[in-house]
């Protein structure tokens, strides 16, 4: 359960750096506010991810076990994230008044290492496809709350009176440090 936690944080870490950083890079098109594009690349998490671990055990479980192409498992997984995240990006198109930036936004939900990572531990440690599917709506509803906890965190650091060599990016680091310390003190008290 740890090595989950530590993934989805580093996928925070790496989402909030490219929300924050330069305007080329950010996911939503005509958005200046950090907070707006963390809820925008939130909900794409929240509907990629399950999906992504429902579908990623199916293939798994039904077609690589059974035709003993194990090894195949990792291309194959990061080819159902490449299909899903093109698609999770017309839906936002379609749904929110917010417009995607082409290709910061698929870029971002693509190269997210919590999606292989998510897919990789349910494909390991679910033993049924509800469990599976539940552990991709938990990494979800995970990751979102650890991103808009760092989208706010950012908010207020931008007012606060940070010295000129912290802004930006490396108080950032910092306080994803504090939160991974944090959580830390949950090491143990769930037993694997």
């Not at 490219?18 to 890079?25: N, P």
């Not at 192409?69 to 698609?87: E, G, K, M, Q």
């Amino acid at each position: 359960m740890s090595s989950l936690l530590l993934i989805i944080l580093s996928a925070v870490l790496l989402s909030m750096i490219a929300i924050t950083d330069e305007g080329r890079w950010r996911p939503f098109a005509n958005v200046t506010d950090v907070y707006q594009s963390a809820v925008g690349v939130a909900q794409a998490h929240a509907l990629a991810v399950p999906l992504i671990c429902a579908l990623t055990w199916l293939l798994s479980n039904a077609v690589l076990k059974p035709l003993e192409l194990s090894y195949l498992r990792t291309p194959a997984f990061v080819a159902v994230i490449l299909v899903i995240v093109p698609l999770v990006e017309v839906t936002a198109r379609r749904a929110r008044p917010i417009v995607p930036a082409n290709p910061a936004f698929t870029l971002l939900l693509s190269a997210n290492g919590a999606m292989l990572g998510v897919a990789l531990m349910s494909e390991a440690r679910a033993p049924s496809l509800w469990r599976a599917l539940w552990l991709g709506i938990g990494s979800a509803v995970l990751f979102s709350f650890l991103l808009l906890c760092a989208a706010t965190l950012y908010e207020r650091l931008r007012y606060a009176d940070v010295p000129k060599p912290f802004r930006h990016a490396p108080i950032l680091l910092i306080t994803a440090g504090l939160i991974a310390l944090a959580f830390m003190g949950f090491t143990g008290l769930i037993q694997e």
